[in-house]
């Protein structure tokens, strides 16, 4: 006897061997390989996060056999917009929206849903009962995250905190911080700021640096996004407050993991789901659409926690070995019927 989830593994090796016909196991429209077409319409694209996100959309695309559209916006919401209508042109079968802003994307959105084509869409709000929303579970990511921050710093302290508003997962981020510091009155926020701007390390960098000078009595930086812990954490080694400041985020990469573990590091801890696992969810979910099935509403991928000591402890210096080494880091059991083929590990 062997478990499901070991099956759909083993379906999914054989599914990449190549010359091995798989479709005849898969049901329509995915029993003809490469006659499906879906496309990735991005807003966010810049960091390691995305370009792992966007690796296991490819990596998921492939499992499955379908053919991958990719149309990077680089931050531009209108030719977003454009270019869902781009895809729908395309004649695809379905579309993943990866990020946004709800006003550029709610009506693009049920343009595709409206000519046919299945939707889904990631950290970003379109507004639509029709779309599932597949999501990090980012109050988890926040609550994770600011858990340890009061472990290790207790329940009051003088806080920084790096923010855009207008983009979903940083705005339910946002909801928790707000609850935290509600339930701790003892956290004084003296300071709050945040770009997009590229490349946004070094735009949250420049920032960082005048919160810091105009408020050298912080001790706690909530960055909930890790291409802001690397701004802070920039401000504050050339301050040379690495001793002084803690800085607690989200998501996770290999640049980020070595700047946690850096003598004297000032990133004590991160809450991140694997952003690769997270692309072939999203993949997954909108091929369950395609063939016919629910995969839900909210399609929520768990967090973990990952700490600077953790990191040390077990001598995790990758991606890799955090997923080797943290087992629950290293795949999503979500929207993963018994058809679906898995990519190979």
């Known amino acids: 006897m062997i478990s499901r989830r070991l099956f759909t593994g083993l379906i999914g090796s054989v599914a990449m061997m ?13 029993d003809n390989p490469g006659a499906v077409k879906i496309a990735l319409v991005r807003y966010l694209s810049t960091g390691d996060f995305f370009q792992a996100y966007l690796s296991g959309v490819e990596k998921q695309a492939a499992a499955i056999g379908v053919d991958l559209r990719v149309l990077d916006s680089r931050q531009d919401a209108a030719l977003q917009s454009d270019m869902v209508d781009q895809a729908i042109a395309l004649g695809v079968d379905g579309i993943i929206i990866q990020h946004g802003l709800t006003e550029s994307m709610k009506d693009a959105a049920q343009r595709a849903v409206d000519a046919g084509i299945k939707v889904v869409a990631f950290d970003v709000n379109v ?5 599932p929303q597949v ?13 340890q921050a009061l472990k290790d710093n207790g329940t009051s302290f003088t806080a920084g905190y790096v923010y855009v508003p207008g983009i979903a997962p940083l705005d339910r981020r946002d909801e928790t911080w707000q609850k935290v510091k509600a339930d701790n009155p003892g956290i004084n926020q003296v300071a709050e700021f945040g ?32 291409e802001f812990a690397k701004g802070v954490k920039i401000a504050v080694d050339e301050a040379e407050m690495s001793g002084k400041v803690s800085i607690y985020s989200a998501d996770v990469s290999t640049s980020d993991i070595a700047a946690m573990r850096e003598d004297g590091s000032a990133w004590k801890a991160t809450a991140a789901t694997n952003p690769a696992v997270v692309g072939e969810v999203s993949v997954r979910t909108l091929a369950m659409l395609l063939a016919g099935e629910d995969p839900g509403h909210n399609v929520i991928v768990p967090p973990t926690l990952i700490t600077q000591q953790m990191l040390n402890d077990l001598d995790i210096t990758n991606m890799e070995d955090l997923s080797a080494k ?20």
């Open 18 to 30: 190549p010359g091995l016909a798989f479709g005849a196991d898969m049901p329509a429209p995915f």
């Open 127 to 131: 507004d639509n009962a029709a779309i």
């Open 135 to 147: 999501e990090q579970s980012d109050r988890d990511l926040a609550r994770l995250a600011l858990e």
């Open 195 to 226: 770009t997009l701007d590229n490349p946004i390390a070094n735009s949250v960098a420049n920032q960082a640096r005048s919160a810091l000078s105009a408020n050298p009595d912080i001790t706690v930086m909530f960055a909930p996004y890790d």
């Open 326 to 345: 943290v087992p629950a880091f290293a795949h999503a059991d979500v929207s993963v019927p018994g058809w679906m083929p898995l990519p190979q590990r």
